[in-house]
């Protein structure tokens, strides 16, 4: 009965962390990019934008180009805002999580 009552201190402690992680994460700032840098992108943890930059040479294109380089900025953006999540996940739940014995294996982070 001692081990049961461990684990779930160990498990209510990884729940504790695991929500200041999201916190945290909600906060974070990530800016991606395409064309070189011509259009930047900052979203933050919750894949919300904050900001667009377009350099003004861009303006001079097509309406499509524009818009190419808008998507692949914002793609960008996205992955390098999961990226930045895995890690922050991997950080706190990696080592917390690897030493209990769980019945049903490994965790995917």
Do not use: W, Y
């Not at 890690?87 to 769980?102: C, D, F, S, T």
């Amino acid at each position: 009965m001692n081990d049961f009552g461990d684990m779930m201190k160990q498990a209510q402690k990884i729940q504790a962390q695991m929500q200041e992680a999201q916190a945290e994460m909600s906060q974070l700032q990530v800016q991606g990019e395409s064309g070189a840098g011509l259009v930047r992108v900052t979203m933050n943890g919750r894949h919300e934008v904050s900001r667009v930059e377009i350099d003004p040479t861009v303006l001079n294109e097509d309406k499509s180009v524009l818009e190419d380089l808008l998507a692949a900025a914002c793609n960008d953006t996205v992955r390098r805002v999961e990226k930045a999540q895995a890690e922050k996940m991997q950080e706190v739940g990696g080592g917390m999580l690897a030493g209990l014995n769980l019945p049903f294996g490994k965790m995917p982070f």
